[in-house]
Every structure is written in C-alpha cells, then in structure tokens.
C-alpha cells in the first residue's frame, strides 16, 4: 500500500470544468436503457492469447487432484506448523476445533489446510497481539478453509507470488493490516469470508491476476476490497458495508506492477461506508475521505453495474486520475488516468448527503444540486455510463452512451486450467522476494508502510549483510512508522539475495 494522500484533499477543479456543457442537458429526455437487453460486454481478456494458459477444461482455481496425498490432522495443543513440515505435496492438513497461536509459512507447492468445524466450533488462529501473520503461503495450489482467524498484528492469510489459490470460508477479526491479502499471484478465488476490524484492507488484492472476488461479507473497515495494480478481476455478490471505503479499484504509482484493468464489480450491496478512517496517518487508504462507496483511480477498464450503493454519504462512485490526487507522486510509467470506465446500471439512492467541501465546489461548476451519487474529477478518455438521468453526477455529462448493457456473457476471469508454478531461477531469488515481500511496504522514492528505499540505500550502502541481519529480526527505529515484522521465515541466503536487490535499485 502507499503513502499516496489523494482522496481527501483538494481536488483541481478547473483541470476538468474544461470539458463541460453547462446545463444544456437540463430539458433534453433522457435515454433510458434497458440492461435485460441488450449487448453484454465482451471482456477485456483473451484467454487464447495467454502463454500460460493451457485450453479445456476445469473451473476451480486449484488442480483437480489426481492422486490424493495423505492427511494428517491436528489436535488441539499440536502445531499446524509441525503438519505442514511433514507433508508432502498432494497432501490435506485437518485442524481440530482449538486455540492455536503460531504463524503457519506454507512454500510447498499442493497443500490444502482445512479447518474442522464441529458443532459451530472453529479452529482458532489466535496471534495474541503479538504475532504477524496467521498463514503465508508462496507454495502453488494452495487452499485454506474453514478458520477463525484474530488478532494478528499484520495479515489474516498473505500470499507471496503463490499461483492457482483459494481462500474460503474464514472468518477474519479484528486483526492488523489486511485481512486477505494474496500478492503477485494469478488464477485464485476470494470467496465467502467473513472480515472485519482490519485497519488497512479487508481483502487486498495486490499485482495479482485472473482473480475471483465472491459472496464476502466485509464490514468495520477502512477499506473493503481493494484490486490495486491487478488485471482481470470480478468482484461480485459481496456485501460491503460500515467501512470507510467500500471497493476500491486504483493503482499505486511506483510498484513494479504498472497497471489495473479489466475489473468487474458487479451485484454487491455497498452501504453506509462511513466509518471513520481508522487507517495508519499517511498510507493511502488513510485519507480516503469517511463515506465513499466505491473508488476508482487510474485503474481502466472497470464495470460497475447492478450494484447496490446507498447511504454512502460523502459520494456513491467516485473516479479520480492521479493527477488530482495531491500527494500521489506519478510513476513515468503507469497511465495516470482511469480510462474506459463503464458505468451501467446500479440502483443508487442516498448517497453524498453529508460531502466534502471538494465535491461541493466541483458541483457548483456544474450548477448541481442534491447528493452526489457519482463524481468524476480528472482525465478519463473513452468512459461511458447509461441512465445517467436516474442520479446526480458530477463529470459525466460528455461520456458516451455504453454500447453494451451487461456483463452476462462473462462468468469468470478464472483460467480453464491452473497456471503452471512460477520457476524460480535461484539467481532470481532476491528479485522475487523483493517483489513479492518488500515493495509492499517499500517504494524507491515515497513512504509507504515503511521508509523509501533511497533512504535504507543511504543507510546500508556497502552493508547488504547488515539488512539481511536486520529483516531477520527488526527492531524499532522510527518513532512515526510502525514496526517491520521479521522476514526470519527467509533462509539466511535468500534475506542476502534480497538485501543485495535492494541495493542495486535506482528506482
Ligand atoms: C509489512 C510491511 C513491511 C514489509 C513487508 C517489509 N518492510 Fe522493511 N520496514 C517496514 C517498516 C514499517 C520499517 C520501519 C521500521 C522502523 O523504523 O521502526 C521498515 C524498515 C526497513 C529497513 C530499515 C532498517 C533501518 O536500520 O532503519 C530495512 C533495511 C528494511 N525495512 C528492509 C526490508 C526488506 C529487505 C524487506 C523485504 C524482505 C522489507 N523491509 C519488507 C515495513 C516493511
């Protein structure tokens, strides 16, 4: 996540009253589309034209197991840890209803850990306060089921680079920064979680693809769900409710990952998002201002259709560029501006009756009056929306009429196949964790959850032993940033590999 303070702040407001036409819609009849009909939108994805798909046919993320592994179970009192050492891929972990208190690191490739639920009772992943992360995982066709997960200082289940995954069933509370949050992976499922209390996001889809996002349950919150720097995603059926922002669709300048696009979020409930930011001062969901139902900044190619968005009471929809988002600094190689935005129907009502003074004055320069349902400030090319007429808007009035209704035609942006595991030349090994551990807390030149790496550059020049020592076991440094978790799970060669990656970055 990044230190970028949009949202909040001033908008530029003539950078878009530019392109208005004042009024003139005031008398004119509305079109009013009808989305049963229609054209369905085809999808920005073509599957043949992927390398790493294979063609036919299976729909779960995970492979079809051909050969069933043993499974071992855990007793309350043993470790989940200790299961996972003695298996072998193919293999199914059982955990009994029980306390545990561990961080469960699963790099083996096939493991499935799933919780057993006896009479409503849970296993329980307790960090106490004090621990990081209940479950990493970086193996492939991986799957987690079935927990009750809480108090943790950092993530509820994190995945690193992991491909082909599925995350189910958890129940996530009160527990650190986010609570489902798999990064650099491709072809996995989200679905039917429970999560709330997270300080960051709740689930945080990071430079990730072809990803599944179902039937979650998300309140309490600052940010919902969030697609950041993604491509191919559907976010559908989830109820989203009591956060600050409810799901949010954006690129962070200055991840390795330039881009979002091609993103579905379709048949959520979205509501009463107005819970006061709670969020860590200075990372970029910090500033998302109390009240916004769902967010879109930079990201191209997003639907948002059959939604329903209300009492969302700083605005419904909100479309930013990061131009007009002060404090974002802008990446040379991320397109700035959210393009091909598709705004088809959505039942909006009660939204932007308590906004911000921003959303005010950009109304005035259209002469609007009322609650703003959608606002769009900044540069957006090729966007479209239907039955604007049925909400009060701000920016839309030049956007075309879609040429399609629906997104029917589309059920999944999951592969057909699981992709084939990223292989890891051991000479890449510091890249990857970079990658995939560090740059999601450190960029080169801005804050983020931890210092720029200019800055730790400076610090340890010659003295990639030094980081290597470091990240095994942080210790507090800066009083305004909160503490690094420890990267002791890293064997000593790859924590080197990576110190060394870090030094030789000049950007
Ligand atoms: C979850 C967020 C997070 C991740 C992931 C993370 N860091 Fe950090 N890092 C921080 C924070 C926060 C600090 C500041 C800690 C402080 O000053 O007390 C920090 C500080 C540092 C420092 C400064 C040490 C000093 O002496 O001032 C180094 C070096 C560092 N991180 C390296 C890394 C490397 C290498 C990785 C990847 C393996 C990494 N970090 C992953 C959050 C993170």
Redesign the pocket.
């Known amino acids: 996540m990044s230190s970028r303070k949009i949202i909040g702040a001033v908008f530029i407001i003539g950078a878009f009253a530019g392109g208005l036409y004042l009024g003139s819609s005031q008398n004119a009849v509305p079109v009013i589309t009808n989305s049963a009909s229609g054209a369905s939108y085809g999808g920005g994805y073509d599957k043949s034209a992927d390398k790493d798909v294979q063609q036919s046919g299976k729909t779960s993320a995970v492979a079809e197991r051909t050969v069933v592994g043993k499974t071992h179970i855990v007793n309350d009192g043993d470790t989940i840890m200790a299961a996972v050492q003695a298996a072998k891929p193919g293999d199914t972990i059982q955990v009994m209803p029980g306390t545990y208190h561990e961080t469960v690191y699963i790099d083996k490739d096939d493991i499935r850990i799933i919780g057993v639920i006896k009479e409503g009772k849970r296993a329980t992943l307790d960090g106490k306060g004090i621990l990081n992360d209940a479950f990493l995982y970086s193996g492939n066709n991986f799957v987690v089921e079935n927990f009750l997960i809480t108090k943790y200082k ?1 993530n509820g289940v994190m995945g690193q680079a992991g491909n082909n995954f599925e995350i189910r069933n958890n129940i996530i509370v009160d527990t650190g ?1 986010y609570g489902i949050f798999p990064q650099l992976g491709k072809n996995g499922i989200v679905e039917y979680n429970v999560i709330s209390g997270i300080e960051d996001a709740d689930i945080y889809v990071g430079m990730s693809d072809n990803i599944h996002v179902a039937h979650n349950d998300v309140f309490d919150n600052v940010a919902g769900i969030e697609i950041e720097n993604s491509r191919h995603a559907i976010v559908e059926n989830n109820n989203v409710y009591n956060n600050t922002g409810g799901i949010l669709a954006f690129i962070t300048p200055g991840l390795p990952i330039k881009t979002t696009y091609d993103v579905i979020i379709r048949n959520n409930f979205i509501y009463n998002n107005n819970h006061k930011n709670f969020g860590a001062p200075g990372s970029m969901v910090g500033s998302i201002p109390a009240g916004t139902g769902i967010l879109i900044m930079a990201s191209d190619d997003v639907i948002v259709e059959n939604n329903i968005i209300t009492g969302n009471k700083t605005v419904g929809i909100l479309i930013t560029d990061h131009e007009n988002a002060p404090g974002v600094t802008i990446d040379p190689e991320s397109d700035p501006s959210p393009d091909g935005i598709k705004l088809l129907n959505n039942l909006m009502h009660n939204n932007g009756y308590d906004t911000i003074d921003d959303i005010k004055a950009l109304m005035l320069t259209e002469f609007k009056q009322g609650s703003p349902d959608i606002v769009r400030v900044g540069s957006s090319r090729d966007s479209c929306i239907i039955n604007r007429h049925r909400y009060v808007t701000v920016g839309v009035n030049s956007w075309q009429e879609c040429e399609f209704t629906n997104t029917d035609s589309i059920d999944t942006y999951l592969l057909d196949e699981p992709v084939p595991p990223r292989i890891i030349d051991p000479s890449e090994r510091g890249k990857v ?2 990658n995939g ?2 740059a ?3 960029t080169y030149t801005g804050r983020m ?3 720029p790496i200019q800055i ?1 550059q400076a ?2 020049m010659d003295n990639p032993q030094g ?1 290597a020592d ?2 095994a076991s ?5 009083a305004d ?5 420890p ?1 002791n799970y ?1 064997d000593e060669k790859t ?1 080197l590999a ?2 060394k990656y ?1 030094l030789e970055r000049t950007k």
């Open positions: 950092g920064v964790v970079y551990v560090c999601g807390c450190h959850i931890g210092p730790i610090l340890y980081i470091y990240i942080p210790i507090k440094k800066r940033y909160p503490e690094m978790p990267q890293l924590r990576t110190a870090l």
